[in-house]
């Protein structure tokens, strides 16, 4: 090439070649961004229910322990007076 301007003409072209792969490197890297963020949302929201579905369970466990000390609490009452027919809401006894 004996063409004076060649040298820059291949500087320019390499230039341009580098700033369009900048620009798709940019775009993915936004791209990436965009769906960690989105993962991030969801992992957050996967979160949330599990607590709620932990705080369901924990209150439904209170729940049934109370209700397994008043039907106990019912039953002791009718065995301490064998025989006796005694009204369950009744405590004067």
């Known amino acids: 090439m004996t063409d004076k ?3 820059f003409k291949a500087r320019g072209k390499r230039q341009e070649a580098r700033g369009k792969r ?11 961004g965009r769906r960690q963020e989105a993962r991030g949302k ?3 929201a996967r979160g949330k229910r599990q607590e709620a579905r932990v ?14 000390k008043r039907q106990k609490a019912k039953g002791n009452i009718k065995d301490s007076f064998q025989g006796i ?9």
């Not at 900048?22 to 990436?32: D, H, L, P, V």
Request: proline residues 5%.
């Open 5 to 7: 301007a060649y040298p």
């Open 22 to 32: 900048q620009e798709e490197r940019g775009k993915r890297q936004e791209a990436r």
């Open 42 to 44: 969801r992992q957050a």
């Open 55 to 68: 705080k369901r369970q924990e209150a439904r466990g209170k729940r049934q322990e109370a209700r397994g």
């Open 85 to 93: 027919s005694v009204p369950k809401n009744c405590t004067s006894y």
